[in-house]
């Protein structure tokens, strides 16, 4: 979320570091000698060089379009809010200048977690407006173990990071037609007894690299129907397996005709290559009955949706050791399928193509049909995903969550 960009001098006011009165004094000194406005002050005794330096910084963060979690947020700016305080109250920093930390948060007015905040930093605060899933997307970048690993001066947040639990990231949100320039489908989670992805669109591959998600850890795949933006992309992450030498098992649980398409297709991209038996590839079918995940007490319940017409389509409910449930629709238009499927769960992550209804042949949902029906889903968060052009357009209007792709959700 861009914000307005402000001058030099009014952000040493907005943080009531330098009064207006001396910010005149300085401005009438500039027009008979002209210098930069920060240069006048430091001469003059009123702001020291670090709060020339911080504001520049700061101006620099918020007066581009950079996403929150992209920005270059200093170690020690990150240190000034411990990960539990900012997990509870979805409050990120942005920059400390002098006594004064700006902070991100969707909720500017909220006295709760400025009490919090200020009796825990002793600093000043100063709130800029930012939406909910730009935050917990920074704090998923930012307050992890991964990026601590991977960023010089963050090691501290691995002993303060909470336990995140289970974990579902959003490698691709995108329709097949890619609207938006998003990823094509694919969903990535991890608990403490496996990971593993949900559908792998024809990007996955790069994707899940872009996002720094281990390719040789994830443990298998599972997938809902037999169309391209859902499962064309496996070929390419089981060939990344191999030149990474897997010697452990990779399972694929899917109905068994996409198991039987999935198997033609591998042999169409690399023709022999998956049959040298250089790691074990598991094909688990899935149908009417839940099944286990290999090796775990995680099950998955399959739901029958309403999507191709000669083939099964399924959608899953996955019950985690954590005793957390997702459910993922795949592809489906409305039935009372949504209603079993949403039933208990934590969290729900569904299919919206369209914007309106009035596609029959499609066989999607809209989001007015799922709005109209929400209180039928008793799910405990909705999440809607795959949107087409029309449904982007106005997803800022909508009253669910929409995912992103590199949307993180700890569960």
């Not at 286990?292 to 029958?304: D, K, L, R």
């Not at 052009?389 to 959700?409: H, K, N, P, Q």
Request: charged residues 20%; contains cysteine.
């Amino acid at each position: 979320m861009q914000q307005r960009k402000r001058r030099f001098g009014e952000w040493l006011q907005e943080l009531q570091l330098v009064e207006s009165e001396q910010i005149e004094a300085a401005l009438r000194e500039q027009e008979m000698h002209p210098d930069y406005l920060g240069e006048i002050l430091i001469r003059r005794g009123l702001i020291a060089e670090s709060v020339r330096d911080g504001i520049l910084i700061l101006q620099k963060l918020l007066g581009t379009s950079t996403r929150l979690s992209e920005m270059e947020i200093l170690p020690e700016t990150l240190q000034a809010i411990p990960p539990r305080l900012a997990h509870a109250h979805s409050v990120f920093p942005v920059l400390q200048v002098a006594n004064c930390l700006v902070v991100a948060t969707s909720q500017p007015d909220d006295p709760v977690w400025q009490a919090a905040l200020a009796e825990r930093t002793g600093l000043k605060l100063y709130p800029v407006s930012f939406r909910a899933s730009d935050i917990e997307m920074a704090l998923a970048t930012f307050y992890t173990t991964q990026q601590a690993r991977a960023s010089t001066g963050l090691d501290w947040i691995s002993d303060q990071v909470p336990d995140p639990g289970p974990r579902l990231t959003f490698v691709g949100s995108g329709d097949a037609l890619g609207s938006g320039a998003r990823n094509q489908t694919c969903l990535h989670i991890r608990s403490k007894e496996a990971t593993f992805l949900i559908d792998c669109g024809p990007t996955s591959l790069t994707a899940l690299k872009q996002m720094d998600l281990s390719i040789d850890e994830i443990d298998g795949a599972l997938m809902t129907h037999g169309h391209g933006d859902h499962f064309a992309g496996l070929p390419f992450v089981l060939l990344q397996q191999i030149t990474q030498n897997r010697s452990r098992p990779f399972w694929i649980m899917a109905p068994q005709h996409l198991l039987d398409h999935l198997q033609a297709f591998q042999e169409m991209c690399y023709p022999g290559l998956f049959q040298l038996g250089l790691f074990e590839i598991r094909y688990l079918p899935i149908e009417d009955e839940p099944r286990p995940v290999p090796g775990t007490s995680i099950m998955v319940y399959p739901f029958a949706m309403d999507h191709m017409r000669t083939r099964l389509c399924l959608g899953y409910q996955v019950h985690l050791a954590e005793e957390k449930i997702v459910a993922y629709t795949g592809d489906t238009a409305w039935g009372e399928h949504m209603v079993n499927l949403a039933r208990d769960t934590d969290l729900l992550v569904t299919e919206c193509s369209y914007y309106e209804p009035g596609h029959p042949d499609a066989k999607h949902l809209s989001y007015q049909e799922i709005f109209e029906h929400r209180d039928l889903l008793k799910t405990k968060r909705l999440i809607l995903t795959h949107m087409g052009e029309d449904m982007l357009a106005r997803a800022s209007e909508t009253a669910f969550d929409t995912a992103f792709d590199g949307l993180v959700i700890d569960l």
